[in-house]
């Protein structure tokens, strides 16, 4: 079997038949030629909603890496939400989502299918006595992050999906912040992987976009038929700078993680900084259970600032090599303010996150011109 990085440059990107080209072509394409009225030619491609030779290289390498038999590209992480939940719940289900998920998640959770007869319960999925107890009888699934976002939770896969599977529900963990190279979901008993392909799949903070993968053959087809149905694509030029991105995710996340590591430890020992929430810490609750299931420990690191909400702005104000600016996990660094950005949604409701909590996306630059840049905005602070 093909190893991680093998699959990410080879997985359905044979060189084109017709010319000899190594790297997928773009096919612009709105619609195919038939071969009769109703005859779809052998290719299998007749309007481009429904499926795109481009779009079809991407999901066979995003299923590959994922260890999956289907992967469902979209226009992105919040479109994969989006259709995945019209599948899997009805008016009057219920659905367990983290106590600190991302914002859109949450955004859409309560504000679209609550609308729609659809309840849900938040709970830290790092505290299974609580996850089995947040379980109801019209609990149809748990929508699990791990790490999460922002506070960098983590939940034990294999636990979650016998908790899921035992009360008959459906766990889908959404894989967004670790990446396909650092968890495999699905071998630890996950029924569907989420991705916002935008962040570390992308990596070049220059697309949208996101995926499903899954080995269930009927779920992989009412998604497929939800996803025709609601026109939620990416385009092909998408597609095609989503995969040639994931070509170098192994070599960028051995660098993401080797910058984190070091950011948290700098972090975890500065006077200024409250606490660090990074798995990679022996101090993190979920180490053990991280160290378990992850290749590494990732990019993502948070912190809470001594001084309150005022210290965390002025530390996302004076950073100059982290840049100030939502989304993440691509190769430049980012600093944000979390309960005024990517999680103002959750203002005010049982999510809300600490208002003095900064959120690095940490890239792969040098090393020590990142960990100069937080001294120095630290030290500003004062």
């Not at 479109?79 to 949450?106: C, E, N, Q, S």
């Not at 006595?129 to 109801?136: D, F, Q």
């Not at 949604?345 to 003095?356: F, I, K, Q, Y």
């Amino acid at each position: 079997m093909p190893g991680f990085s093998t699959n990410a440059i080879h997985a359905g990107q044979e060189p084109d038949p017709h010319t000899g080209a190594v790297i997928t072509p773009i096919h612009p394409s709105s619609t195919y030629v038939q071969d009769g009225v109703g005859g779809v030619r052998a290719g299998g491609y007749e309007y481009s909603r429904s499926a795109n030779p481009t779009r079809t290289a991407l999901q066979e390498c995003l299923a590959a890496l994922e260890g999956g038999r289907h992967g469902v590209a979209f226009g992105s992480g919040m479109g994969a939400t989006d259709v995945l939940m019209r599948v899997l719940l009805k008016p009057g289900d219920h659905v367990v989502i983290p106590h600190d998920a991302y914002g859109g998640t949450f955004r859409i959770v309560d504000k679209v299918l609550a609308r729609w007869g659809v309840r849900y319960t938040p709970v830290d999925f790092g505290d299974l006595a609580a996850l089995r107890a947040a379980v109801r009888p019209e609990t149809k699934l748990l929508w699990c992050e791990t790490p999460t976002n922002p506070l960098l939770g983590i939940a034990d896969i294999a636990a979650a999906a016998d908790v899921a599977h035992t009360a008959g529900a459906r766990l889908v963990v959404d894989n967004t912040f670790a990446s396909p190279y650092l968890q495999a979901p699905l071998a630890l008993g996950a029924d569907v992987v989420l991705h916002s392909t935008t962040k570390y799949v992308g990596g070049h903070s220059d697309v949208v976009g996101g995926a499903l993968v899954t080995s269930d053959d009927e779920l992989a087809q009412e998604v497929t038929f939800t996803q025709n149905a609601t026109g939620s694509v990416p385009g092909p030029f998408d597609a095609w700078l989503t995969l040639r991105g994931v070509k170098t995710l192994a070599l960028r996340m051995e660098r993401h993680s080797d910058n984190a590591e070091r950011v948290a430890d700098l972090l975890a020992g500065h006077p200024g900084v409250e606490q660090v929430f990074y798995p990679g810490l022996p101090s993190h609750p979920g180490h053990e259970v991280a160290a378990k299931q992850m290749r590494r420990f990732g990019g993502m690191v948070s912190f809470t600032a001594v001084g309150g909400r005022e210290a965390a702005l002025r530390i996302c104000a004076a950073t100059r090599v982290f840049t100030l600016a939502e989304s993440l996990g691509g190769v430049e660094s980012l600093i944000e303010h979390p309960a005024a950005m990517t999680h103002l949604s959750v203002a005010g409701s049982e999510l809300e996150v600490p208002d003095n909590l900064v959120r690095l996306s940490v890239g792969i630059e040098d090393i020590e011109d990142l960990a100069d840049d937080l001294r120095s905005a630290l030290s500003a602070v004062g």
